[in-house]
């Protein structure tokens, strides 16, 4: 292992999703091995690492304003771009003064050679999955990302994770229960198992190499899946919830559905991007369902569980998205009454598919339909949360602001704990059983019950 002098420091700036600051998290554990220190300064370490993200334009755009300012700044340091923009061509030209270093996230483990100047990279085959291998610095003491796999085979036609990251590689079971059963050890409260597709997870067990402390014990080699994974991180032993994301709509199974059920640990809320409410932009985004299908399981999922909250991502203003067909989508919301939704405005992506269509619908009228998704959310959102009036649920606690407590219930919501004075028991980490006694649109309001 290359060592470097203690004075070493590093800066990481995360854009984008959770799978990117989760990788945020790997890179600062490397890092912190090779003896790098942390300094919350980027305009004085040494080393800045620039986690990108490409999936927006806006996202992309802040690279732009943020990378040429620490090269003005802090001239000597070593600047690293990673994340979904590390591959591509466009940006390379665009920022070749200003980035010492290109690293695409599945490379990761070859950072120390880059850094030294030592340029023969291992050629490791096995490297798209390796990454994941690398311990994590945690940013909160509460509540851990645990990636599960890396990537995507689905080409939807405007995404460019396909691209970035490559195609879908696992995690093996038995490392990701370790690093669950770990976490928990230390206290925990909350595992998000993360991929871009967790449904499409497969790891091969065999039983005598593979001893944990779950309750579920495997009795002969066999192959499992997202479900087998979430019976067995159920079943290790402690009190933390499990959330997990993204589920895609095609994926999701019967099977899965019966799993949630009945692993008390796993959270209701689940979170299903629809995308669109029409079928042939559904189509067009290549995203192999249909408006029908998606309600069907929307329907299943609360006849399941209806306690449950469904949240969505939806983009507005595909190539060719007639008014017509953006009204399939506003009737989606309506009927679907969802919890919360990331609503965006479509953008062309460097490389995909969409890319070559013409992108037709005005600014002004993207920015139109984003602002009535919006409104049919707030509502349904609000009609959601009055439910919660008058009820005791049981809260996360993960921090305190300006004299309150905040955190979340186990469908997602966002709760604020009034009226409580601070200092006579630290809450911070706690489940707390809390009466609701107020609602807002994306949150709840309540008084330790
Ligand atoms: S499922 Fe589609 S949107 Fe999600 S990461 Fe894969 S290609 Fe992108």
Redesign the pocket.
């Known amino acids: 292992m290359v060592r470097f002098m203690k004075h070493k420091t590093y800066n990481i700036i995360t854009l984008g999703c959770q799978m990117n600051k989760s990788d945020s998290e790997r890179i600062a554990g490397y890092l912190e091995n090779l003896g790098y220190k942390l300094n919350n300064d980027r305009y004085s370490s040494d080393l800045v690492v620039v986690n990108t993200c490409g999936?927006r334009q806006s996202a992309e755009d802040r690279i732009y304003g943020i990378i040429p300012r620490i090269k003005k700044k802090n001239p000597k340091a070593k600047i690293v771009l990673t994340g979904c923009l590390s591959n591509r061509e466009d940006v390379k030209k665009r920022l070749k003064e200003k980035v010492d270093i290109w690293l695409p996230t599945v490379q990761i483990p070859n950072l120390k050679y880059q850094i030294t100047n030592k340029f023969q990279i291992p050629n490791n085959k096995s490297q798209s999955c390796g990454y994941l291998k690398i311990k994590s610095k945690y940013s909160s003491m509460i509540s851990a990302f645990v990636p599960i796999g890396n990537g995507?085979?689905?080409?939807?036609s405007?995404?460019?994770?396909?691209m970035a990251?490559g195609g879908e590689v696992y995690r093996p079971a038995k490392d990701i229960v370790q690093e669950v059963e770990n976490l928990v050890k230390i206290g925990y409260k909350e595992i998000n198992l993360i991929a871009?597709?967790v449904n499409s997870y497969k790891s091969q067990i065999t039983n005598n190499k593979f001893q944990t402390n779950s309750k579920l014990q495997i009795t002969n080699s066999k192959q499992i899946n997202f479900s087998g994974l979430l019976q067995m991180i159920n079943s290790i032993s402690g009190n933390f919830w499990i959330r997990f994301s993204?589920s895609?709509p095609k994926d999701m199974s019967d099977e899965l559905i019966k799993i949630i059920t009945n692993c008390k640990k796993v959270c209701r809320h689940i979170h299903l991007?629809a995308?669109s409410g029409d079928n042939e932009i559904l189509k067009k985004m290549?995203?192999n369902y249909t408006a029908g299908h998606y309600k069907k399981l929307i329907k299943k999922i609360r006849r399941a569980m209806p306690d449950t909250s469904i949240t969505t991502d939806a983009i507005v203003g595909f190539p060719g998205e007639t008014r017509e067909q953006f009204n399939n989508t506003a009737e989606l919301f309506k009927e679907m009454k969802f919890d919360m939704a990331y609503v965006s405005k479509y953008s062309p992506r460097p490389g995909t598919a969409a890319e070559n269509l013409d992108d037709n619908v005005s600014r002004e009228e993207k920015k139109k339909r984003e602002e009535n998704l919006m409104r049919i959310l707030r509502k349904t959102a609000w009609e959601n949360n009055k439910q919660y009036i008058g009820e005791i649920v049981e809260v996360l606690i993960e921090g305190e602001k300006n004299n309150f407590y905040f955190g979340k219930i186990k469908t997602g919501k966002s709760v604020r704990i009034m009226n409580y004075e601070l200092g006579i028991r630290n809450l911070v980490g706690k489940f707390v059983k809390v009466k609701i006694i107020k609602s807002r649109d994306f949150g709840l309001e309540g008084e330790i019950a």
């Open positions: 999936v995507c085979n689905n080409f939807c405007y995404c460019v994770v396909p990251r871009q597709n993204t895609h991007p995308q290549n995203r």
